[in-house]
């Protein structure tokens, strides 16, 4: 397997794994979203069917009962894939570091709809793709204003350019906000031209 298995999985390889394993996993089960939303189809799946590989991807190493990796909630590792694919398509899913994938789905009112949480992604990425590690800081802004907008504009009423042009322009201004400011010592201290010619003092 190209992600080393069964060797001990870096970060790197695990990012490669869950490329790899998103679309096949997504094509070969075939099932629709209701069954998709039912946790005994992941429990299973983890639990039964790939314990090995689950826990292989996600250790359990305080060895919680309840680890949400391994039961068949969102955060399970098979069905987190599935959902990144169905919401979002094989190429966008697989351009998304897993914080930024995470921010879209794991919030209703951007994820539940796959036409929106395409368009965030799409834009996201367009904008922000060269930012580096700070486009996950950036995403969390973009997605936290659009949350905020969503609860008096439905989202999905929105056409695709309405989306592109909204998620763009909050996209610019979580880059603005997290951009340094840079004042330099001798301008910081100076009094503003005008008040010095009011008060009469020489420049």
Known sequence: MEANW????????????DRLLAPAL?????????????????????????????LWR???????PGYERI??????????????????GEDLGAQ????????????????AHPRVAR???????TTAGEAGAARTDILRITARRLRRLAVVVSLESLDDTQLAQLVERYTK?????LRPVTITSTNSHRVPAQAEARSGASP
């Open 58 to 64: 996600w250790p359990n190493l305080l060895r919680r």
């Open 71 to 88: 039961i068949g909630r969102p955060r399970n590792v098979f069905r987190r894939l599935w959902t990144r694919v169905h919401s979002l």
């Open 6 to 17: 069964p060797a001990p999985l870096s970060k790197t390889n695990g990012t490669a794994f």
């Open 119 to 125: 368009a965030i992604a799409h834009g996201h990425l």
């Open 96 to 111: 998304l570091y897993e914080d930024e994938a995470v921010a879209i789905l794991e919030r209703p009112t951007l994820g």
């Open 26 to 54: 997504y094509r070969q089960m075939a099932i629709v979203p209701a069954d998709a939303a039912s946790e005994e189809v992941w429990s299973f799946l983890s639990l039964v069917l790939l314990p090995d590989v689950a």
């Open 173 to 177: 201004e979580a880059i603005d906000q």
